[in-house]
C-alpha cells in the first residue's frame, strides 16, 4: 500500500486485532496493547497476538500488554489518576516518535469498562497532537456491535475495507485458531455470520472525551459485574459514573496542552 498513511492500532486487550485482520495485513500497522489479555485466567494472550501481527506484517509498539486487566480495574476503582495521564501522554508521544498519521482503536459501546477508558487514553493522545499542530486520523470499530451495523453518514465518513474470500478465510482461521477466544469467536461467529465480517469498517472518530451519550445506564459490565459481587465472584462493582466517567475528566485538563516535543 504506497503513499497510505502511516498507521498505529491502540486496543485494550490482546485479540481484539482480529476485528480488522484485513487492515492489519494491508496498513501493517505498529500496534499498541493496554492489558496482557489475562483476564480471570491469569493466562496472558500477547504471544498469540504477536503471532497474528507477524503473519499480517504489523508490529508491536512500546506499550504492549503494561498492565493485567486486575491491574487495570483495580486502578479504575481505586482512582489513579496520575497513572491515565501518564499512559494516555506516554500513547501520544509514541505516536508522535512513529509519525503516525492515522490511528484506529476500540468503539466505545459499554460493554467492557477496559475498551471504553482504552478508547478514553487515544483521544486523549489524539487532542495532544493536535493541540501541537500535528494532524492525525482518528477511527474506532465495534468489537461487540454487528460490523456493518451503521448508518449511510457513518459509513461515508468511514475507511471501507471488502475483504476478498481469500483474505475472509485467513481472518476466520486466525480467529478460530486464536488461544484463549475459542468460545467467544464462536458466539460471535454463530451471533452475525462470517460474512457479516467480509466488510471491515473504519469509522471515524467525531466524540473527545465526552462519552456519556455512547454508553447506556447502566451500561451492560454494571450489571454484569452486580452478578459477580452477588455470587461472590468480585468485591466491587466497577461503576461508569464513579470509575470510568471520571478517567475521562482527568484526562480533560490536559488534553488542550500540547506535547512539548510536537512542534507547533
Known sequence: MTNDPRAALFIA????ELRVHRWLELARPVVLVLTDGSGRTG?????????VLA???ARPGPIYGRMTDGELYRALLDGRRELFASLAEELAEALHREAIELVAGDAVEGFNPGHDVS???LNAAVARLRAGGRPIENRDFPLDGAPGGLTDE???????IQLDPAALARKVAAAR???GLEDEVARVLARYGPDSFQTEWLREVSYGLDIDHLVSDPPSYELY???????????QVLRYREHVATVAEWLRSGADVPLACVAR
Open 119 to 121: 478508547r478514553l487514553l
Open 13 to 16: 486487550h490482546p485479540g481484539h
Open 225 to 235: 459485574g452486580e452478578r459477580q459481587v452477588a455470587a461472590g465472584l468480585y468485591p
Open 43 to 51: 493466562r496472558s494472550r500477547l504471544a498469540a497476538t504477536s503471532e
Open 55 to 57: 503473519r499480517c506484517g
Open 177 to 179: 485458531s486464536y488461544p
Open 154 to 160: 457513518v459509513r461515508a465518513a468511514s475507511l471501507c
